[in-house]
């Protein structure tokens, strides 16, 4: 499948998608899935470099594997290699990495750091996760998703705090006419830009954005149930606070019983069995934990080949 050149040089954030151009991925991401052989050489010659501030398991391995998948390689940079706003600063990362590879996947703390890497280079700039937004992970959960209920725009309900994750799926939910509710402690709101941004996509999809407090009022009739951490990398020093503060947040089978018959539970990894999620729920047939993690790997390479030129 081709729809012409990629729209934008760089993919930051979500809406650097439009509609069109998020469905058209999803079903990349469903035929790169299905007949993988078809790719194996789309991305011959193609260097990617993973520039990550943060440690990580799903989101190196399946972007390693996707580009070596696609026939081309990747260079794995961890922080203490480039010391990258110490030993020198962003701007001068990207104007060297520009002339050697063909595109900067990055994880960093600060999404400003991904903002002037994709302003400082000419190759295309993937966000892997930014405190502001995790938009890989957001394709390869609407993919899962879509496998569990087809096209059918769903409610999902995340229950936690309003972060990276959860601005994600608002903004990808919104885009896709989903009902997507957030329930959350006070205090813990999602950015209310984020928030605006994505009631104005609903609103064009015909999907709806509710921002609450209640999880157990939230979680009634919903399709998909989706928590994340409590306490992100960065966070440490907030733990003990913030378990008190989302006491009663927890996605557990009580919380489960009141959603929709059939319903299935998300969660982007890693878990901290018995905070956020139940370990009863996380073994349950309902979870679809690993489904999403198998699906970073798709959805990622079919962001790669529409990104660098591979469809």
Same mark, same amino acid.
């Given at each position: ?198 009631? $104005?996509?609903? &609103?064009?999809?015909? =999907?709806?954005? +509710? ?7 939230? *979680?009634? %009739? @919903? /399709? ?16 003990? $606070?913030?378990? &008190?503060?989302?006491? =009663?947040?927890? +996605? ?7 959603? *929709?018959? %059939? @319903? /299935? ?47």
């Amino acid at each position: 499948m081709s729809r012409g050149p990629w729209k934008g040089r760089d993919f930051l954030s979500i809406l650097d998608l439009d509609r069109e151009d998020a469905l058209a991925l999803l079903e990349l991401a469903d035929q790169v899935k299905r007949a993988p052989a078809e790719f194996s050489g789309a991305l011959a010659t193609k260097v990617a470099v993973l520039l990550f501030e943060k440690p990580s398991l799903r989101t190196r391995v399946t972007f390693e594997v996707g580009m070596t998948s696609l026939g081309g390689s990747a260079i794995y940079l961890a922080r203490d290699q480039v010391g990258m706003g110490e030993r020198e600063p962003a701007c001068d990362v990207a104007r060297n990495l520009d002339r050697w590879v063909h595109a900067i996947v990055a994880r960093t703390y600060s999404h400003a750091t991904i903002e002037e890497l994709a302003r400082e280079a000419e190759i295309p700039t993937i966000n892997a996760l930014s405190d502001r937004e995790h938009p890989c992970e957001a394709l390869a959960d609407f993919q899962t998703i879509r496998e569990c209920f087809g096209e059918e725009a769903v409610t999902l309900t995340y229950v936690g705090d309003g972060n990276n994750v959860c601005h994600s799926l608002l903004l990808l939910g919104g885009m896709l006419g989903y009902e997507v509710r957030v329930a959350c402690p006070l205090g813990y709101e999602p950015a209310e830009d984020i928030t605006r941004e994505a009631e $104005r996509l609903a &609103a064009e999809s015909g =999907g709806r954005i +509710v921002v609450g407090h209640d999880p157990r009022e939230l *979680a009634r %009739g @919903a /399709r998909v149930l989706y928590t994340d951490v409590w306490t992100s990398m960065g966070q440490e020093e907030e733990t003990q $606070r913030r378990r &008190a503060d989302f006491s =009663g947040f927890q +996605v557990n089978q009580g919380l489960l019983s009141l959603a *929709a018959k %059939g @319903a /299935r539970v998300m969660h982007c990894l890693p878990a901290h069995r018995g905070e956020e999620i139940s370990a009863e729920v996380m073994e349950s047939p309902a979870a679809v934990l690993y489904d999403q993690a198998e699906n970073r790997l798709h959805s990622q390479k079919a962001l790669l080949l529409r990104i660098l030129g591979g469809v």
